[in-house]
């Protein structure tokens, strides 16, 4: 099936479309732009750059994506921008390509939604399942684990992780990491308010798991036990057997306290530095 290319749209010579590819009325696709099967650009979309779109994604009007990193160290190298299968771009997200730092690549990956006016800045890397709302906007070098909700118009501050299943509430400055299975909230550094039960049950989590994870979030996060001692109770209690998500959120937190500023990511910015000072 050949590609339907509206004679309103500019397709650059070199661009690759996969077979099914629609190229709605007043798009853009760059040359070194590759687009996989059946992949819709409904009007008004922008594809510039090393960008590389798998397949049954659906991009509405006013999508960017690979546009130049907003990052003023960036000196206009060939970076990337990686994404997956059936993402949903709203209308007006904007998705910048790598700056010459970690791999130089901005990753997205598969059955992710980003609702009208979401950004995602240089070097970021969503996972899957990944819900951002309406207004969401990610600093560089940002994580966003599997089934991470992220409410509309929350800001998050550069090289932060928002961990797997977590849930963070609308109108949030976030700088800091949000970990596994927990609700954040609060305008402000927002805070860990419970577990992200109902995104646990509809993942298909156990009752028990849950119910680790529960105990787990009272025992860190309102009783301030040490992370040693929350390790001791659980090889007491599950007699060897521990769900694999209680060693997820342990894995995570453990990250999190080694790194910076509550951003376990940090340590990239620092290494960074201390090549140049080294340099």
Do not use: W
């Not at 732009?33 to 590389?52: C, Y």
């Not at 994604?57 to 130049?68: A, Q, R």
């Amino acid at each position: 099936m050949e590609p339907q290319i509206s004679p309103l749209s500019q397709v650059e010579p070199g661009a690759e479309l996969g077979k099914g590819v629609v190229v709605g009325p007043f798009c853009l696709v760059g040359s070194d732009v590759v687009v996989g099967d059946f992949t819709e650009l409904t009007s008004h979309v922008v594809l510039s750059g090393r960008t590389t779109l798998g397949s049954h994604n659906k991009l509405f009007p006013g999508c960017v994506i690979g546009g130049e990193p907003q990052d003023v160290s960036y000196q206009e190298s060939s970076t990337k921008v990686v994404i997956g299968d059936d993402n949903i771009f709203r209308e007006g997200v904007t998705v910048n390509r790598g700056a010459e730092k970690e791999d130089h690549v901005t990753r997205i990956g598969n059955r992710n939604m980003f609702m009208a006016n979401s950004h995602v800045a240089h070097n970021c890397r969503i996972y899957d399942d990944v819900i951002l709302v309406n207004g969401v906007l990610l600093g560089g070098h940002v994580h966003i684990h599997d089934r991470a909700i992220v409410s509309g118009n929350t800001v998050v501050h550069h090289f932060s992780t928002i961990g797997k299943l977590s849930f963070v509430s609308g109108g949030c400055r976030v700088p800091h990491d949000i970990p596994p299975f927990m609700l954040a909230a609060g305008s402000d550094n927002p805070t860990l308010k419970t577990i992200n039960v109902v995104g646990m049950r509809r993942a298909g989590i156990s009752e028990h798991a849950i119910d680790v994870i529960r105990t787990a979030f009272k025992m860190l996060f309102r009783n301030r036990k040490t992370l040693a001692e929350v390790h001791e109770y659980f090889d007491e209690t599950c007699n060897g057997v521990k769900p694999m998500e209680l060693a997820q959120l342990l894995q995570f937190i453990e990250a999190q306290r080694a790194g910076r500023l509550g951003r376990a990511r940090e340590v990239v910015r620092d290494q960074r530095v201390e090549e140049r000072k080294a340099a």
